[in-house]
């Protein structure tokens, strides 16, 4: 919620076949925006990335990008964009075929371009898509975790991890992800839920452990309440907070 004073009348930013969009406030208080452009009329259809900046106080998009995804996918799971100084990321799940994964994009001017090459930062098994992420406090990758089931990981800018794939964090009751945030600039942490149980866990990686994407190295769950699903995770300078819906 926002003062009255602050809030504007909505207004639409793209009227086309557009979906999946990720947004992020930069500290002048320009929004940056990037979705999924479907290109073609019959299925299956591909999609590009359609990127632009909102200034303060402003109703139209500025210095629009459109990048072209390689291979003929399409979008999965919902577009990331995630922001340091200069830097801007975006990150999104491409299926079914030949090259599918989490393809990244990034720009070091602030957005206004998007270099070759885009590439992947994750070789994904079937049904994965990014659902939340949480970038770094360096900005050199984020923590992921996927639109259902349960893997959760780390995606480095570098492409370090190409060949990994998100761990599974399951077992027992355990059978979904919820978010994923950081305590602090090295340990990772995630909110996950129960089958049908709705009880909503925490998930700590073991700050004497090296390696965010080896399951072994995070702590086991505690439960933090019963009859609590959706969780979102924030995070800032006075702690971590959990929100959640109750069932």
């Known amino acids: 919620l926002v003062p009255v004073a602050a809030q504007s009348a909505p207004f639409v930013v793209t009227e086309t076949s557009d979906s999946s969009p990720g947004i992020a406030v930069d500290a002048a208080g320009t929004a940056h925006l990037a979705w999924g452009t479907r290109t073609g009329t019959a299925y299956p259809y591909s999609y590009q990335v359609t990127y632009c900046q909102i200034p303060r106080g402003g109703t139209a998009c500025t ?4 990048i072209n995804n390689p291979g003929n996918l399409n979008n999965f799971g919902s577009t990331q964009v995630l922001l340091k100084d200069s830097q801007v990321v975006i990150l999104q799940s491409m299926c079914c075929g030949g090259g599918e994964g989490t393809i990244m994009r990034k720009s070091t001017d602030g957005g206004l371009t998007f270099p070759p090459p885009s590439f992947k930062v994750y070789t994904e098994p079937a049904g994965f898509s990014v659902f939340r992420s949480a970038q770094n406090a360096a900005g050199t990758g984020a923590m992921v ?67 965010y994407n080896i399951a072994g190295n995070w702590l086991a769950p505690t439960q933090i309440d019963t009859k609590l699903t959706e969780s979102a995770i924030a995070t800032g300078p006075q702690g971590a907070f959990i929100a959640a819906r109750t069932t």
């Open 63 to 66: 210095n629009t990008e459109v």
């Open 145 to 211: 975790n996927s639109y259902t089931g349960t893997r959760a990981g780390f995606i480095s800018y570098d492409g370090s991890q190409f060949a990994a794939s998100p761990p599974q964090h399951g077992g027992g009751e355990i059978s979904g992800q919820s978010d994923v945030g950081w305590l602090n600039a090295t340990q990772p942490f995630m909110t996950q839920q129960g089958y049908l149980t709705d009880h909503q866990f925490t998930r700590l990686f073991n700050p004497a452990a090296t390696g």
